[in-house]
């Protein structure tokens, strides 16, 4: 079984995130992950070959970056067929502010999943950082649940930012999906 | 198996969407359908045992019915517990305009049953009246994926809005989350 | 006193809807329309001597097109300064569906416009065709208040598409922005 | 001139938050801040004569209170009349998570703003705590422009939570409205 992780990166910071779900992809046991850049050429092929795929961009001037929002556009050739009805789904950015408006980015991809007939998985995950012991190296540390949030600060470079709990809540959507996946799939 | 129909309706419009979504539930052959009208006491261990909630409500000032939102607050206990985790979700809402902000509010029942853990399901439906000879005759007239949107004119009452096409629109919800639940759960 | 209309159209649809908002602007007699289609250079000094701007582009797969989002994120060195602040904004759409997740695309535009700290005008409109007597002729039949919404069907050109009824609608709003900014300019 | 600060507060946090608010309402000396709990008698009179009204509530399973949501329906006969158009708007909302959905509280009290007719105002502030140097002291700390965000420990009560930069975006957001409503309105 294979999971796709179709993303878009500007800075590096998203790639981080991306290869995180992916990495959460196959630690399941489950799938195999696809890593596909919207930058270059779109295997299309191989997206329609899998179970799954998991959405990523940068959330930028409060929406999905252009650049996926191409990639987006370029899927309506599938859309018309309903070639991705009743694939699995899900939805991951990052910015550089706390909330800085990712929520606009996550349920715009959760809606474009949704014209496409797929089923659309959530976080699963309790919130971190949201009591006085709490801390940036929580999971779920932003608070999010239709889709995975990584915050990365401006001066820092993908090497650094966004921090390990980010990545890591990455890796464990990257875990639901291919578990998910599995039970969806059947023995 | 069995789904819960979980809704509000103010005047009868979306108690007639929520009847007709159950209709597909249990014409699916797949699940019977638990209707709970959450004005009244909420049946909590019977919302367990369900494997889906499709939830409903009216699109009042561009959200969810206060009504249906105080029992999304009284669903925070189970939230705590993650107990609806893993279960299939999926909306629907009616409201006087065509479109009519309804999407806000299946946009708030997405985010909802994603804080819950569950897995949200599109109504798989090319849209309908977008062409020339489209009609108010026609599955998913008002285009929407992420949920199933019923539109009554505000001088009908429940006998004759929302229109027949929009209760098929609903009727499909109901039968595409009853096999969904049917796949996911396996042989 | 200067309004643009901010736009960008795919198949003309979206540039007739922006045609109205510009007749509008200069029907109130308040304000002349700089009409910016942003396939092209953006005269930013243009913009930024503008009193307020109305932004429009159609909805593709759920959100405002890709080409009208790289002119947001092109915004984003006038955003680091913060120079439209205090300017209006409004938002306007196209698709070929009545509801068609158009709404998603006008809120993504009014987080935008937040984010350059402008102020946003809605329609201030009554909702059209939402009772038994209602048509496709009336002022804002789709029912939208963030925004001016539009539907053209699919199979019929912009020489026809969308209805009178939506354009109508369209000039309203340039009206409402122009007559704001008139009001917010002081005698 | 009169600024409301319309609010609901489950547990204290988003009162406090209303307060800052209308603190910076008044200390902006352009308008005096009438602070209406919605929970109590809604003094609709006062409302009407009012300049703006900022609204507010806590973020509960993703959305306005229950509580909130049941004022904005009992607004709907003033809707009816579009008694508030052109009258200011503006946002704020309590979570006790980073980002917790918080977005689409405030989106859903802009789309609410603009069924009524009335000019959404932004909080007008460049984000805080983005960079490695950033604290939970800053100011927009959680990074929202379409309404002003707080984050309220879960285990801390309002005497302590939500911290004092929560509360001096609230503030910035009062002076705002206020300075926007004196510049709206003329000499």
């Known amino acids: 079984m294979q999971i796709a992780v179709v993303f878009h990166s500007g800075y590096g910071h998203t790639a981080r995130q991306a290869h995180a779900v992916a990495e959460g992809v196959e630690q399941s046991g489950h799938a195999k992950a696809l ?85 659309w998985v959530s976080t699963g995950l309790m919130p971190g950082n949201n009591v006085s012991t709490g801390s940036v190296g929580d999971i779920n540390r932003l608070g999010s649940w239709i889709g995975a949030m990584a915050q990365a600060n401006f001066d820092q470079g993908p090497d650094i930012a966004p921090p390990a709990s980010d990545l890591q809540t990455a890796r464990l959507l990257g875990q639901r999906v291919a578990s998910t996946a599995r039970r969806f799939a059947g023995p």
Chains 1, 2, 3, 4 share one sequence.
């Not at 295997?43 to 899998?50: G, K, M, N, V």
């Not at 556009?73 to 859309?79: D, I, K, N, V």
């Open 35 to 119: 890593i596909v850049d919207v930058a270059r050429d779109i295997p299309w092929d191989a997206l329609q070959a899998s179970a799954g795929m998991i959405f990523g961009c940068p959330t930028y001037m409060g929406g999905p970056s252009a650049v996926f929002k191409t990639f987006m556009e370029a899927s309506s050739s599938r859309w018309m067929k309903q070639e991705w009805a009743d694939k699995l789904a899900a939805g991951f950015t990052t910015s550089s502010s706390q909330s800085g408006d990712k929520l606009n980015t996550l349920v715009s991809l959760a809606i474009f999943a949704a014209q496409h007939g797929m089923l």
